[in-house]
């Protein structure tokens, strides 16, 4: 559950602002439909190789899968 107009995306960006950092600074990685938004949000979002196709399709690099160590 959360709260509506709340995603990872939306944490990323008030924790940038809140460091006093810009979004080009940022990377994140991913691997469900919930970290869509979050992976279009940041400078380098990087899907994890058993991700969701939604998310692969999205982000701008794919990595190994979590169990061979993708990060």
Do not use: H, P
Not at 40 to 52: H, S
Request: proline share 0%; net charge negative; glycine share 10%.
């Amino acid at each position: 559950l959360t709260l509506k107009g709340v995603s990872k995306a939306v944490g990323i960006e008030k924790l940038v602002e809140r460091i006093n950092r810009n979004i080009d600074d940022t990377i994140a990685f991913g691997d469900g439909r919930n970290d869509i938004e979050m992976l279009e949000t940041v400078k380098i979002g990087v899907a994890m190789g058993n991700a969701v196709d939604e998310a692969k399709a999205v982000a701008n690099y794919e990595t190994d899968r979590i169990e061979n160590d993708g990060i």
